[in-house]
């Protein structure tokens, strides 16, 4: 599943591991969901779109 987390963390200056901390996960966590190899759990997916004040389906696009 496509995703642009990395564009809204950046655009919030935070970093990869300020943002694991922020959604209790790893760091390495982070970075398989913005590479596209890891699709969230439902809970973390909200607590994303919480974090980054969007829905769930603004932040993560299905692949073609």
Do not use: Y
Not at 2 to 7: G, M, Q, Y
Not at 10 to 23: D, F, I, P, T, V
Request: net charge negative; hydrophobic share 45%.
């Amino acid at each position: 599943m496509d995703n642009d987390i990395a564009a809204r963390r950046g655009e919030r200056g935070l970093s990869q591991a300020q943002l694991a901390e922020a959604l209790g996960v790893s760091r390495q966590t982070v970075i398989s969901l913005e590479k596209g190899r890891f699709d969230p759990s439902l809970p973390l997916a909200f607590r994303l779109a919480a974090l980054f004040e969007a829905r769930i389906e603004e932040i993560f696009h299905p692949d073609e």
